[in-house]
């Protein structure tokens, strides 16, 4: 596929403004659907400055998934299905090199914690946050399903196939207590969560995304 000079460019000046916070939220959004949707993947990571591969390192236990960048697509229509906002604090799970939390920070205004088990990507994802001058956005190193417990100003929680089964099962156990102290959204993209009381499903827009929110208190108290 030829390369679009003008994408190029458009791409460039935004990386160029973001630091000094001249590109809105609005702004980047417009951007962003002004690509051709076969080309937004790329053209973000050019403006995030992110790079196109990174190998797994030892670190990764087994079960989990190799890192591999969510779709853009996919974490616009999780912002809007689970209406994030400036007021939320946004866990990603599994947060690998950046791109969910980095889109999420600049597209909502949300705090970001990424949780990710490999040293070589929280590394690059710290350094994007710093290129890009953004605050409010923190990588912690260390296994996700057993971080989750100890982040409970956590509001929304974004999940891309990270892993499954038991690993799985532990982390939505875990977020049932923070659950009877807040309403949570839970987001999974290509990720199917087990069956809890507490949890019900919003709407489905796509495939490959399901938004649950977290039901009342009082439907999930153990007898």
């Known amino acids: 596929m030829a390369v679009n000079l003008d994408d190029v460019w458009k791409a460039d000046a935004v990386r160029a403004f973001l630091p000094a916070k001249k590109v809105s939220p609005s702004a980047l959004r417009s951007a962003i659907s002004s690509i051709p949707p076969d080309e937004r993947d790329a053209w973000v990571d050019r403006v ?31 912002i809007d299905e689970a209406a994030i906002d400036n007021a939320d604090v946004f866990v990603d799970i599994g947060s690998g090199a950046g791109r969910v939390g980095l889109l999420v920070r600049l597209l909502t205004g949300a705090a970001v914690i990424g949780l990710e088990v490999q040293s070589a990507l929280v590394a690059a994802s710290r350094r994007h946050a710093q290129e890009l001058k953004l605050e409010r956005f923190s990588v912690v ?73 977290t039901l009342a208190h009082r439907t999930f108290q153990r007898t």
Request: contains cysteine; glycine residues 8%.
């Open 141 to 213: 190193l260390g296994d996700a399903s057993q971080l989750v417990r100890y982040v409970p100003i956590g509001s929304v929680f974004f999940f891309y196939c990270p892993f499954g089964g038991p690993r799985l099962d532990r982390v939505i156990d875990d977020l049932e207590a923070i659950a009877k102290m807040r309403t949570l959204r839970l987001c999974g993209v290509n990720t199917r969560f087990p069956d809890r009381p507490w949890l019900g499903p919003v709407h489905r827009c796509r495939e490959d995304l399901m938004v649950y929110r």
């Open 48 to 78: 995030f400055g992110l790079d196109a591969y990174i190998a797994d390192g030892p670190e990764l236990p087994r079960g989990c998934s190799p890192y591999l960048a969510c779709p853009v697509d996919a974490v616009i229509a999780a």
